[in-house]
Nanobody
Framework: QVQLVESGGGLVQAGDSLRLSCAAS????????MAWFRQAPGKERDFVAA????????YYADSVKGRFTISRDNAKNTVYLQMNSLKPEDTAVYYC??????????????WGQGTQVTVSS
């Protein structure tokens, strides 16, 4: 069992940077792959980035490659999403997810409550 809580969202201008954090609780956090998804109003929840339990493998959606970086600190039970060069189209609720293996679809077992990111032009 894993519980996830996102933080770090807010209102920024286009071109700014923001770092999201996802704090996990549970005895086996380091055994889980982690991912970030985002969902704008009226739209599907889309994959953003994922990282393996060891941190050795990462995957990114084409829309964020070169701008976003996912990382994890297993000692702190935390996964991060560093977002640079933000664009208005990045505006969404960002969700943290966890599962026993890395995947790039929406079939993760555990989800956080989401944190709002708004990018103004």
């Amino acid at each position: 069992q894993v519980q996830l809580v996102e933080s770090g969202g807010g209102l920024v201008q286009a071109g700014d940077s923001l770092r999201l954090s996802c704090a996990a609780s549970g005895r086996t956090f380091s055994s889980y792959a982690m991912a970030w998804f985002r969902q704008a109003p009226g739209k599907e929840r889309d994959f953003v980035a994922a990282i393996s339990w060891s941190g050795g493998n990462t995957y990114y959606a084409d829309s964020v490659k070169g701008r976003f970086t996912i990382s994890r600190d297993n000692a702190k039970n935390t996964v991060y999403l560093q977002m640079n060069s933000l664009k208005p189209e990045d505006t969404a609720v960002y969700y943290c997810a966890a599962d026993t293996r890395l995947r790039v679809n929406r079939f993760y077992d555990y989800w956080g409550q989401g944190t709002q990111v708004t990018v103004s032009s």
